[in-house]
């Protein structure tokens, strides 16, 4: 099978605006990343900016889009659209394959926040509590999720010491980690 891609970029450049928003999912993971911290918002400003430029072209082209109440709803928003221009749901299912793709990408993403927000306390729990001056917490990785809802991990110190940890996730952004004694 050969592809084409003269087609592919025609088709792109076609229905540019539903592609944009297809991939909006990704486009909001990375600022995400990039922030270290969710903000939804920035999903709903992209899907707002990519939809209201589709319709106003749609509407140049003298075609009637989707209301665009359907911001709420963009894969409802990319079938409708498909459905009026007589078009397969290519750009509809590739929403929810990038959708699905964003979601399993961003559960790595939430575990690395977790495993960065141990690591001062570690510090702090090892210097304060335990009366280790000189030990400080470099690297923190998380090994398992038990069924207690416990992340066993393992915290990296900049003695060259690696010990065991566990951490609870809290209410809100709250983590709390505890330093088995054994160790």
Same mark, same amino acid.
């Given at each position: ?62 075609? !009637? ?26 750009? &509809? ?5 990038? &959708? ?44 398992? &999720?038990?069924? &207690? ?21 809290? !209410? ?12």
């Amino acid at each position: 099978m050969e592809i084409d891609s003269q087609k592919i970029i025609q088709t792109f450049k076609k229905d540019k605006y539903a592609w944009l928003l297809v991939i909006t999912p990704i486009f909001g993971l990375l600022f995400e990343l990039i922030a270290g911290q969710d903000i939804i918002w920035i999903y709903l400003l992209l899907n707002i900016i990519f939809l209201t430029l589709d319709y106003k072209e749609l509407k140049a082209k003298e075609v !009637e889009p989707p209301h665009v109440a359907w911001v709420a709803l963009i894969p409802v928003y990319l079938w409708k659209r498909a459905t009026i221009l007589n078009q397969e749901k290519h750009y &509809f299912w590739g929403w929810i394959g990038v &959708f699905v793709l964003s979601l399993l990408l961003s559960s790595g993403g939430g575990q690395r926040q977790i495993e960065e927000a141990a690591i001062p306390l570690v510090t702090q729990i090892l210097q304060n509590e335990l009366g280790t001056q000189a030990a400080t917490c470099v690297n923190v990785k998380i090994d398992d &999720f038990n069924d &207690f809802g416990l992340y066993d991990a393992l915290a990296v110190l900049d003695n060259g010491m690696v010990i065991s940890i566990t951490i609870t996730e809290g !209410e809100g952004d709250m983590i709390y980690v505890n330093i088995p004694l054994d160790q």
